[in-house]
DNA sequence: TCTTTTAATTGTGATATTGCAATATTACGT
DNA sequence: ACGTAATATTGCAATATCACAATTAAAAGA
């Protein structure tokens, strides 16, 4: 097969999965941290901080873009980007939540 | 190219990379999800409870076994599955710390 | 021993992901 | 208009993932 049977499974997992599996790769990672810890941070600038190649950097920026996570601002050549801090905080929240009830129903 | 270079990102990048891909399909949500929420679970209940092939299951219970998160009980015929809550709690602790770092420094 | 149950493994086809070179696009500077 | 800088897109090869049928392995019960 190869594809996810996504429609067995209820919106909520599919959220979780859809969230982590964009967390799940290092180079995703270390975008995330790049961007959120320095301002003004393009895509040239995470080519030369992670040492991977312009389209990879810029492919991985767009599957960040997808979950709705980046802001972008224009600011003459450069496309500044930043974290969207309330999407972040939700994803932290449905995360959160899941770690809660795999903890407490697990003592019984 | 096709495999991820690890090599270029830190320890702890690729930990959370590696815990939040075990994490990015839904099946294993659920798998984790129904093994926190039942007592005495086993492949076969999830394979009914899940609806996929008996193999799949198995095989995406390996990949969250590989990360360490289960523990398993021998009881006659059957295999039941249950949290490692310990190595839980460390993903959590990891991915916590990682939020935090993340919204803390946009902030400036 | 033979059958049944439970679950892992193997093999395979389909699809997705990773990474990059080459190219295209867009906007700024001259 | 032309050259340059920044970034997205396209195309491609290598690898990984997903799902399952068939098989295997191990243990329980008759």
Same mark, same amino acid.
């Given at each position: 097969?190869?594809?996810?049977?996504?429609?067995?499974?209820?919106?909520?997992? *599919?959220?979780?999965?859809?969230?982590?599996?964009? %967390?799940?790769?290092?180079?995703?990672?270390?975008?995330?941290?790049?961007?959120?810890?320095?301002? *003004?941070? *393009?895509?040239?600038?995470?080519?030369?901080?992670?040492?991977?190649?312009?389209?990879?950097?810029?492919?991985?920026?767009?599957?960040?873009?997808?979950?709705? %996570?980046?802001?972008?601002?224009?600011?003459?050549?450069? %496309?500044?980007?930043?974290?969207?801090?309330?999407?972040?905080?939700?994803?932290?929240?449905?995360?959160?939540?899941?770690?809660?009830?795999?903890?407490?129903?697990?003592?019984?």
């Amino acid at each position: 097969m190869g594809f996810t049977k996504k429609h067995i499974f209820d919106a909520q997992q *599919n959220q979780i999965a859809s969230f982590t599996k964009m %967390l799940g790769h290092p180079a995703r990672v270390s975008i995330i941290q790049h961007i959120s810890q320095n301002k *003004n941070c *393009n895509c040239n600038t995470l080519v030369k901080a992670i040492g991977l190649a312009q389209p990879t950097i810029s492919q991985h920026l767009a599957e960040i873009r997808n979950t709705g %996570l980046l802001k972008q601002t224009v600011k003459g050549k450069n %496309l500044f980007y930043s974290i969207d801090q309330d999407k972040l905080n939700a994803c932290r929240r449905v995360l959160n939540d899941f770690f809660v009830k795999t903890q407490i129903n697990s003592s019984k």
